[in-house]
C-alpha cells in the first residue's frame, strides 16, 4: 500500500492532476563508517548517535541555551549495509 501524509482533498487532488505538493523537513545525515564489531548491536549504534553529537556541539544537556540538531528533522544513516530489512525500520 502507499501512505499519504494527507487529508482525503489532498489526495484527490493529486489523484486528479498527478502532482501532490509536500513540504519535507530538513534531514541530518549520520554516516557511519567501517565495519560493525563482535558484540555491537544495532541498539548499541542508535544510541551512539546522540553521544557523538553531544561531543560535537550539536546537541546539548542544559536546558538553557538548548542546541538540538535533530529537533524536527529526519534522521538519515548511511553505512549500515549489513542491516536487515526490519532492522531499517
Not at 489523484?15 to 541498539?43: N, W, Y
Amino acid at each position: 500500500g502507499i501512505s499519504f501524509p494527507a487529508g482525503s482533498g489532498a489526495v484527490a487532488f493529486a489523484a486528479a492532476t498527478g502532482v501532490m505538493p509536500l513540504d519535507m523537513p530538513e534531514s541530518v545525515l549520520v554516516r557511519f563508517k567501517g565495519e560493525m564489531q563482535p558484540g555491537i548491536t544495532l541498539r548499541d549504534l542508535v544510541h551512539a548517535i546522540p553521544y557523538v553529537a553531544i561531543q560535537a556541539g550539536d546537541l546539548t544537556v542544559p536546558k538553557k541555551n538548548k542546541k538540538n540538531i535533530f529537533a524536527g528533522r529526519i534522521l538519515e544513516i548511511e553505512g549500515l549495509n549489513t542491516l536487515k530489512c526490519e532492522q531499517a525500520f
